[in-house]
């Protein structure tokens, strides 16, 4: 490993600083936590102000609100920015507080395999209402 | 500093919370009889409640969230702006969660 010796004072901080950080990984991760809660922010309040609509009404209502391919698809978005966004936070929530490392494999397998059940399910039943109708 | 952790456990609440979304689909596309009871449980008093719950959470987490997109920008970082911005954050929570339970109210939703 090379030193940050006399060739050193003429490098860039930040070409000094490459390679050499600590975390190595999770910038990906860290970036999609905030693309997620800026595409969350407008999301949230189109559901927000959907559910409104949709607790008035009964099944006939949402069977009409889905025939709109608007909202199946943000419902699409917010179904798998969300669960993306979950898995992250909770990642981060479960690295932070469990020191354990079999405890916080269990935890982050089992967050991960609940969020993208939940996400695969949610998916699957918006494509068919959206595509198929309701019914069993 | 009460901001910070909030947004934490709101995450964790809303967490739990956006499974009531799954479960609204997966009863629209089991059918009506799902349906209406799945929403029979949603508008009974406990449900009303996890659902008020899940809506302070919502906002008191999307407001803590969007206090940490500004400070990503490097703003925000002074101590009164950093808590004068915990405490409009919370005040958004608190009048949004209202106003959109008082228009559920009054478009006959409850």
């Not at chain 1, 099944?59 to 608007?70: G, R």
Request: charged share 10%; net charge positive.
């Amino acid at each position: 490993m090379s030193t940050p010796s006399k060739s050193g004072a003429y490098r860039t901080p930040l070409g000094r600083a490459r390679g050499l950080g600590a975390a190595k990984s999770g910038v990906g991760r860290f970036i999609g936590e905030r693309v997620t809660s800026v595409a969350l922010l407008f999301l949230v309040f189109w559901a927000v102000a959907s559910a409104l609509g949709l607790a008035k009404g009964g099944y006939a209502e949402a069977m009409q609100w889905f025939a709109s391919p608007v909202n199946a698809v943000l419902l699409l978005l917010l179904s798998v920015v969300g669960f993306y966004h979950m898995q992250v936070g909770m990642t981060v929530i479960i690295e932070d507080y469990i020191g354990k490392p079999v405890t916080k494999a269990v935890l982050l397998l089992a967050n991960a395999f609940a969020c993208w059940g939940a996400m695969a399910l949610t998916v699957l039943c918006i494509l068919k209402v959206a595509l198929a109708g309701g019914g069993a | 500093m009460a901001m910070s952790i909030l947004t934490r456990v709101t995450g964790g609440a809303a967490f739990v919370g956006m499974f009531l979304v799954t479960g609204w689909v997966l009863a629209l596309a089991s059918g009506q009889a799902a349906y209406d009871s799945y929403m029979g449980l949603l508008g009974s008093i406990p449900g009303k409640v996890v659902l008020f719950g899940f809506t302070v959470a919502i906002f008191l987490h999307l407001a803590g969230g969007f206090r940490h997109l500004m400070w990503d920008l490097g703003k925000g970082y002074s101590k009164g702006a950093a808590s004068a911005s915990a405490w409009a954050a919370m005040a958004f929570a608190i009048v949004a969660s209202l106003v959109v339970w008082g228009l559920a109210a009054m478009m006959g939703a409850l």
